[in-house]
């Protein structure tokens, strides 16, 4: 089988486990106990935490169950007063649309901010969009679809000029692109996921400027206030291991051998790409095959290869991809869109492997389609 | 698994189906080769999402090496399994139009006189007819024509599928085991009925398309459908009853009085007759409901079925003009000429009708007299100015000899006893004893000796 879904979920990375397992095994504790387990299970978690912070450019660390929560918690943390102004881009992940669109709901004024064609949000349209006394402004640091980096640093500029807070999907970008927030002016948070990092799911964090946010679930006074439940000191020295692989100082070198590796399978393929004619993250492409997304990848699923559909048919209803519509591609060569994401392990052969397998599918394809003639 | 060995198109195919364009704008196509009476290849043309082309490779395999009618079986059930169903009964019509295709160009089966074919249009009345058939232990096959299109309608075929009352006709069919087949015939029924229709319109007549759908056309294209599927007879779900009478098999009124249909079929070939049964034509449509629902039948709650069903329900006037019938605006008059108000376009108005007019005199009620398409004018006056005792007909089909006759119409109108004259060129008068106030030119007269209907004509004017 060739994997190549790593924007999906990434293949748990065997140092991960390691580092998790002496937590998953023996090691016995509830953190918030002053007893000894107690103290050496805090000693650890707050370890993690550190490194963590560290590594994201940020003391301020919240752990939660994933991106999901920790993009819900960014969100609807903001909406503890009154109804108030929110701005996200057309680009945002579900797990920031949804939550936003939920705020609408209860009377919020939400404003959805247009993308280039290029697959960057509209810069100047933002500027225009968000206004002193805004709840919050959410713009994604690399799309889950495309995998174009957004300019982070220049919507932190024009957020803080503001004084609106930001709050930065990272979960992408962590795995292949720096996800720090440190040096960004203004109220910066950012969401990461340790599943997409080879570590382990059900594990993720906000980090940043987390004052002012309201807990979202209630409980016990766990992480700050914010996020209760007894913490997971497993999953989170799982988070710490995975973040310093992939954001540490060996992870430049493997960036650029993924990069690589990506451009050459890009070639290969001689295929329209979604967001390839400014800087992606180096695993990510977005391919518009032209054929049925859904039905190529079920195809190359046959094939042994693991690809993502950019849109999925739900009972005649098909729903491409919203962010590629935002860059204006249209619905029909959206409905074809393919994702293809490598990975750290991703070797040469995989590449060979997925360009053969596309050439039959595409065949098979082009046959199927000609027939309608 | 998407099975795409089959994908391709046969070369001058025995049968060629296509199905999809709706909202998802899946688009499929099913080609057939017909050898020795079995399908010996299929190949399937698809640009699809997942579940309809897997749907469709699976049933190109499964319909090589079978009869036409045991592909026929084929159905839903058998890609029910793939996720988005929606998408799966895409592929089930393009093959079954693959398969209705092949019997247009001629397919069929070996003769088995056990064999009955069953008109479906998916309404209750034919669900209950087929369902009787399996009762009886007879090979049943569903037939159903698909016959209309709209081309200027704002969207004729977008729609995901073909029609939903082919589906259920389809649906009642397979969940009883029953092959279906569907006729697409709507070029030719295009010209035989809805020109005429609309011809007869545009001229200032009134004409009966039911009538002339029924006798001219659908009869005639299935039992050429039934014969050739080797069907010993075929059955519809019509509240009309046939009787014999001097070796001839006739139409006779149903035993509903206000469901009788005995007038549609006044135009049938009696050759035909002898290889048609209806079985509801003793029946009451109350015992009808009440049969099929307590058999569980899906269809029993499906609507009924519109007078003309091809204006889908819609009105008059906005059909004639989607047909390219000019409607222009003129002026209504009475005998005398005066002015009395503004109609929309003559043409779409029928002798003896009184509602929408929109115009009065003093306090009596004003009828539509006649219609003047040339001077694009609706004259109107008192309902007994259109009282008539002597009717010509054209185009008169007599299927007993017969003098004293009743003369009907309308559907549900009283008929008028009277006596019919032909005067052996086609043509004949009806001489009637009361006057006639709705004998508008192009109706069809039907003339009736007691229950039975004996001969029927147009009216000539």
Redesign the interface.
């Given at each position: 089988m060739i994997y190549l879904d790593h924007a999906a979920t990434a293949p748990p990375d065997p140092r991960v486990t390691d580092a998790m397992l002496p937590h998953l095994t023996g090691r016995v504790g509830n953190p918030s106990e002053p007893h000894a387990a107690g103290r050496r299970a805090r000693a650890d978690l707050e370890a993690a935490r550190a490194e963590i912070g560290a590594l994201l450019g940020h003391e301020r660390v919240v752990l939660t169950s994933g991106g999901t929560e920790a993009d819900n918690l960014a969100v609807l943390g903001r909406a503890a007063g009154g109804a108030g102004r929110i701005v996200v881009s057309a680009l945002e992940h579900p797990a920031v649309l949804r939550p936003a669109e939920a705020l609408a709901r209860r009377g919020w004024e939400l404003a959805v901010a247009p993308v280039l064609a290029d697959g960057r949000v509209d810069l100047a349209a933002l500027a225009e969009l968000v206004r002193s006394g805004d709840a919050l402004c959410c713009v994604m640091g690399a799309s889950n679809i495309t995998g174009v980096l957004q300019p982070v640093p220049a919507v932190a500029e024009l957020c803080a000029e503001r004084d609106v807070p930001l709050h930065v999907d990272h979960v992408q970008t962590a795995a292949g692109a720096d996800a720090s927030i440190a040096g960004l002016p203004g109220r910066v948070t950012a969401a990461v996921a340790a599943h997409k990092l080879g570590g382990p799911r059900g594990v993720g964090a906000l980090v940043g400027a987390v004052d002012g946010l309201a807990p979202v679930a209630h409980g016990g006074g766990q992480e700050g206030g914010l996020r209760p439940g007894t913490e997971d000191v497993a999953g989170a020295v799982g988070l710490a291991r995975a973040l310093e692989l992939r954001q540490g100082p060996d992870a430049a070198a493997e960036r650029v051998r993924r990069a690589a590796l990506r451009d050459a399978l890009e070639a290969r393929l001689e295929l329209p790409v979604a967001g390839g004619s400014v800087e992606r993250l180096p695993g990510h492409l977005l391919l518009l095959t032209g054929?049925?997304g859904?039905?190529a990848?079920?195809?190359l699923d046959?094939r042994g290869v693991c690809v993502a559909a950019g849109s999925a048919?739900?009972?005649?209803?098909?729903a491409p991809e919203t962010a590629l519509l935002a860059m204006g591609i249209d619905a029909?060569a959206a409905?074809g869109a393919v994702r293809v994401t490598l990975g750290p392990e991703t070797t040469e052969a995989d590449v060979d492997g997925v360009a053969a397998a596309w050439a039959a599918v595409a065949a098979?394809?082009g046959?199927?389609?000609?027939?309608?003639? | 698994m998407i099975d795409l060995s089959r994908a391709g198109a046969l070369p001058g195919p025995d049968g060629d189906g296509r199905a999809g364009g709706g909202r998802c704008d899946d688009r499929l196509r099913v080609t057939l080769r017909i050898t020795d009476g079995r399908i010996a290849a299929v190949r399937f043309g698809a640009d699809a999402c997942a579940s309809a082309t897997a749907a469709v490779g699976r049933l190109a395999a499964l319909a090589e090496g079978r009869t036409l009618l045991d592909a026929a079986r084929l159905g839903l059930r058998d890609v029910a399994d793939l996720p988005s169903p929606d998408c799966a009964l895409t592929a089930v019509d393009a093959l079954h139009a693959a398969l209705g295709d092949a019997v247009v160009r001629g397919a069929g089966a070996a003769p088995d006189v056990a064999r009955v074919g069953v008109a479906m249009s998916g309404g209750v009345d034919s669900a209950l007819v087929l369902a009787e058939a399996v009762d009886e232990g007879r090979a049943a096959v569903g037939l159903t024509l698909r016959l209309w299109i709209d081309p200027a309608a704002p969207a004729p075929e977008r729609a995901c599928c073909a029609p939903d009352s082919v589906r259920r006709a389809r649906d009642l069919c397979h969940a009883l085991g029953v092959p279906h087949l569907m006729l697409d015939l709507r070029e030719p029924f295009r010209a035989a009925v809805v020109d005429p229709f609309v011809r007869g319109y545009a001229a200032g007549e009134t004409p009966n398309p039911c009538a002339t759908c029924n006798g001219t056309f659908r009869f005639d294209a299935l039992d050429g459908v039934a014969m050739r599927l080797g069907c010993g007879e075929w059955r519809t779900g019509h509240y009309a009853r046939l009787v014999a009478r001097d070796g001839r098999v006739l139409v006779a009124r149903g035993a509903d009085p206000l469901k009788d249909q005995s007038a549609m079929l006044a135009l049938v070939d009696p050759g035909i007759l002898t290889r048609v049964r209806l079985p509801l034509g003793d029946r009451v449509k109350a015992a009808v409901v009440d049969d099929a629902r307590g058999r569980g039948l899906a269809a029993a709650d499906a609507p009924e079925s519109q007078e003309v069903c091809f204006l889908g329900g819609g009105a008059l006037a906005p059909f004639l003009a989607r047909q390219g019938v000019e409607l222009a605006a003129g002026p209504i008059v009475d005998e005398e000429g005066a002015v009395l108000g503004a109609h929309a376009g003559a043409v779409a108005y029928t002798p003896g009708q009184r509602r929408g007019l929109g115009v009065s005199r003093g306090t009596e009620p004003l009828h539509v007299l006649r219609v003047e398409p040339t001077t694009n004018t609706v004259v109107v006056g008192r309902l007994s100015r259109l009282g008539r005792r002597t009717v010509p007909l054209r185009d008169v089909v007599v299927h007993a000899p017969a003098r004293r006759v009743e003369a009907a119409f309308r559907v549900r109108a009283e008929p008028i006893p009277g006596v019919l004259e032909p005067d052996g060129r086609g043509g004949a008068v009806v001489r009637l004893e009361r006057d006639a106030f709705q004998a508008a030119p192009g109706q069809v007269c039907v003339l009736y000796d007691g229950d039975i209907v004996v001969a029927a004509g147009v009216v000539a004017g």
């Open positions: 054929f049925r859904d039905t990848v079920r195809l046959e048919c739900a009972s005649g209803e098909p029909a409905r098979e394809l046959r199927a389609r000609e027939a309608l003639a | -």
